[in-house]
């Protein structure tokens, strides 16, 4: 079944999808890269400044921005990236201290930032 229709000069399915993608796979790797390079700053970017960048480069080739769902499938093609957007982060939450030890709680809490 897969081979009779690549017989007949039927495209496969993966090539008449990358044809119908906006960006091309050199500009999907310059953003990849670009969020690679910001997440070991702890500043991974929001999925709305990937959108951005992605239409940034579409204007520059003078191209529509890309669609409402475009960074949804962006990140299914890309999964190295799902956990970059995916992630919690730990945003220094103290340890939890004995309230059996008044002295010792109250010397923790007046060490956290406000």
Known sequence: MTLT??????????????????????????????????????????????????????????????GTNWISRFITRHPELKARFLRQHDYQTPPPVSLDQPELWASKTAKLPD
Do not use: N, Y
Request: proline content about 8%; aromatic content about 2%; glycine content about 4%.
């Open 5 to 66: 229709p690549r017989q007949l000069g039927q495209p496969s399915r993966r090539d008449v999808m990358a044809k119908l993608r906006k960006l091309t796979d050199q500009e999907e790797s310059i953003i990849v890269q670009h969020i690679l390079d910001l997440d070991p700053q702890s500043f991974p970017p929001r999925m709305s400044d990937v959108k951005d960048m992605a239409s940034r480069l579409l204007e520059a080739r003078g191209v529509t921005h890309v």
